[in-house]
């Protein structure tokens, strides 16, 4: 458990980050409503001493702002970040307490708002992506991470950034990535020098210090956790003297020191000392479970005295421990904490003698564990390294862009002086040229143009009448969807009548999968000429798409005893989602209907460059020459029967060569008859 001031400091020190606030809302416009700091800071410090529950003290909290006239952007910044502080910190609820940080936003989505509260927005992003982590969206985490960082930045204020460099290493704690957490919890330690002699600054230094020790003892590095430890109270002995008159900051001194000697008691008991462990694990507890401290790092402590009376052999001690653990438990949720109960608890059945419920509760441990690693170790990156990684990205992409509008102004001056040159050597050779030479060459230009005039208006008539072939089409096949549909439908009518008989419901089968198959062909039609401007861009995971095509299909594959394979890396791009969902579907489709059965079928995705390469590959009947070149056009000719006489309208590859078209990509063949066939297509993954 990381630093006491992870999961308390930001309440505590809330008042003290909001009166800073106060000073740069006074130099800004008189538009957004005025803040009345020193009312709602009593407030909140008199909540903090009263010790109520969680909810009542909303409750108390809602119906004061309910009853204050006109509470500034301020004013409900703070009411927003002391409930969600609670959920982050607290009840680890990282849904509601993402919900209080978007409504953080909403109120500071306004230029003014966010030049009027510059540190508020700076925490609210770092607050967001904190959110998204434990969420496993990392890619939006490190939005939000570099966004938070560049607000600080413009900031200014060195004990922000201070703050930032601790959240990061918090993050990279919690990652698992001990030796990197060390070293920012270091960087954001003397950073925090220079804020002094805020109480913020002497909190998080002690924190920072005390951190430090966690982060060897979770390398199992004793001695200089040991170190850290005993430079944490020294520490907090020497500073905390300005601090102690204060009884909000007098709470908080105590129960950071308890935290220390619980960590402490854990070095104790690594050197075999269980006397001085026990000595130290009861002062912490005996400090940290009275009201308005730390009673999540009591709760702490309690599992490892009971693991320590287990390892003693004394059962009801251990029993006492675990069930008063249990009870706090019930009223907070701790997945890791929770974790420990359970291994502990089926520990204690065992050694008590009830074997069954023993072998049941470790059952049930080994599931949660599993599933509390799994989620932890997706979450496991080096969060600084992706922000530098990001940082560099975001630079090299801006290069990139600088360097493409650079080459086309190179290209455009090209361009002009061979234009001039051009002109020039045209006005000399002219002005050489006799009247007879001219007036020919302006014969001969008002021919071409002449020509150039009635191809034109050929092409454009032809045009024209493709256009209108295909709106005449087009609206045959939307008029024929409605009778077809109706077809079907009483044709499902008249099946579910009992008196037909085996004949009739013979007839009956055939005309309802040939208007089936005519609704299917109609709706082929109406996808022709896929008009570019119809995607839905957005960023996908085509890798995931994939998935889900295979998933779709298999069972189909399964009729015919086939079997899909998926060979695909990872890759993300921007793209319709439901079109490229069709492409795939369609080319899945094809091979398992002209493949034989027990054949196997190959979908693979690769990145090759800055392209994004998918093939289907099937052992099929292959692809007669005549008709490969006709593929992707509307052309009769392609249609063929599948090897169990499945029908096909040889449409569904004209559809797939406009979507991929549209997309900017490509799509080929290969082909060999008997033998099978690829189809190949290639999308690009980043802009040129």
């Known amino acids: 458990m990381p630093g006491y001031c992870s999961d308390i400091l930001y309440v505590r020190c809330a008042a003290a980050v909001f009166l800073v606030a106060l000073f740069l809302g006074c130099r800004n416009p008189a538009s957004l409503p005025p803040d009345h700091p020193a009312y709602f ?13 969680p909810q009542q ?19 409900l910044l703070h009411r927003y970040d002391y409930k969600g502080n609670y959920y982050y910190n607290t009840a680890h609820d990282f849904l509601l307490s993402g919900r209080y940080v978007d409504s953080a936003l909403m109120l500071l989505s306004s230029e003014e708002a966010r030049s009027r ?12 992506a904190e959110n998204y982590q434990h969420e496993d969206n990392l890619e939006s985490a490190f939005f939000y991470y570099r966004k938070g960082l560049e607000a600080i930045k413009d900031l200014g204020d060195s004990c922000t950034m201070a703050e930032y460099t601790q959240r990061i290493a918090m993050a990279s704690y919690r990652a698992g990535r001990f030796s990197d957490a060390r070293n920012l919890f270091d960087l954001a330690f003397h950073q925090f020098a220079a804020c002094r002699p805020e109480f913020r600054a002497f909190a998080y230094q002690q924190c920072n210090l005390d951190n430090m020790g966690e982060c060897y003892s979770a390398m199992k590095k004793w001695d200089s956790a040991a170190f850290y430890f005993d430079s944490t109270l020294a520490f907090i002995s020497r500073e905390a003297m300005p601090f102690i008159t204060d009884s909000s900051h007098r709470i908080y ?51 490892k005295t009971a693991r320590l009376n287990l390892a003693q052999g004394r059962l009801a001690e251990a029993r006492a421990g675990l069930d008063e653990i249990r009870t706090a438990l019930d009223h907070r949720s701790d997945p890791d904490m929770d974790l420990d109960w359970q ?30 690693h799994s989620r932890i170790a997706a979450s496991a990156v080096d969060i600084p390294r992706e922000l530098v990684h990001l940082e560099d990205k975001y630079t090299i992409e801006l290069l990139k862009q600088r360097d493409h509008v650079k080459t086309i102004y190179l290209l455009l001056a090209v361009l002009i002086v ?79 009548q009992s008196d037909l008989s085996a004949q009739t419901k013979t007839w009956l089968d055939l005309i309802g999968q040939s208007a089936d198959q005519s609704l299917h062909l109609v709706g082929g039609i109406m996808h022709l000429d896929l008009p570019i401007g119809s995607l839905q861009l957005e960023m996908i995971d085509l890798s995931r798409l994939l998935e889900t095509c295979v998933s779709t299909l298999q069972f189909r594959a399964g009729e015919k005893k086939q079997i899909i394979h998926l060979e695909a890396e990872p890759v993300t791009l921007l793209a319709d989602h439901d079109k490229l969902w069709r492409v ?41 020459k005549n008709i490969e070149g006709k593929l992707f056009t509307v052309d009769a000719a392609v249609k063929r029967l599948g090897t169990a006489g499945e029908t096909s309208f040889g449409l569904g590859l004209a559809i797939v060569s406009q979507i991929i078209k549209a997309h900017g990509g490509t799509i080929s063949v290969h082909s060999q008859e008997h033998q099978g066939t690829t189809f190949r297509i290639e999308l690009l993954t980043s802009a040129a």
């Open 584 to 624: 795939i579907i369609n080319l899945l489709d094809n091979a398992i209907k002209f493949s034989p059965d027990g054949a196997d079928i190959v979908l693979s995705l690769r990145r090759h460059g800055n392209k994004a390469v998918i093939s289907v590959s099937d052992k099929g009947m292959g692809i007669p």
């Open 41 to 53: 800071d009593k407030l909140f410090r008199q909540m903090d001493s009263m010790g109520l529950p």
């Open 253 to 303: 001194i105590e129960t950071a020191r308890a935290v220390v000697l619980g960590n402490l008691g854990d070095y104790a008991l690594f050197q075999r000392d269980t006397a001085k462990a026990w000595q130290l694990y009861r002062t912490s507890i005996a400090v940290n479970m009275r009201p308005l401290h730390d009673s999540g790092n009591a709760l702490a402590i309690l599992l």
């Open 343 to 372: 291994h502990l608890h089926a520990e204690w059945l065992g050694r008590s003698g009830n074997w069954a419920d023993a072998w049941a509760s470790l059952n049930a441990w080994n599931a949660s564990k599993d599933s509390l």
């Open 117 to 128: 509260y510059p540190r508020e927005y700076a925490k609210c992003l770092i607050d967001k």
């Open 418 to 496: 061979i234009m001039l040159i051009v002109i020039a050597f045209l006005i000399r050779r002219g002005a050489r040229r006799s009247n007879v030479h001219i007036r020919q060459l302006n014969r001969l230009n008002k021919a071409l143009r002449a020509e150039n005039r009635q191809t034109q208006t050929a092409i454009n008539a032809l045009n024209e009448d493709q256009a209108m072939y295909l709106r005449s089409l087009k609206s045959i096949a939307h008029d024929l969807r409605n009778p077809v549909g109706a077809i079907s439908s009483a044709v499902s009518l008249l099946k579910n």
């Open 57 to 75: 003290a909303f409750r108390f909290v809602d119906s004061v702002y309910a009853s204050f006239p006109s509470p500034g952007t301020l004013d």
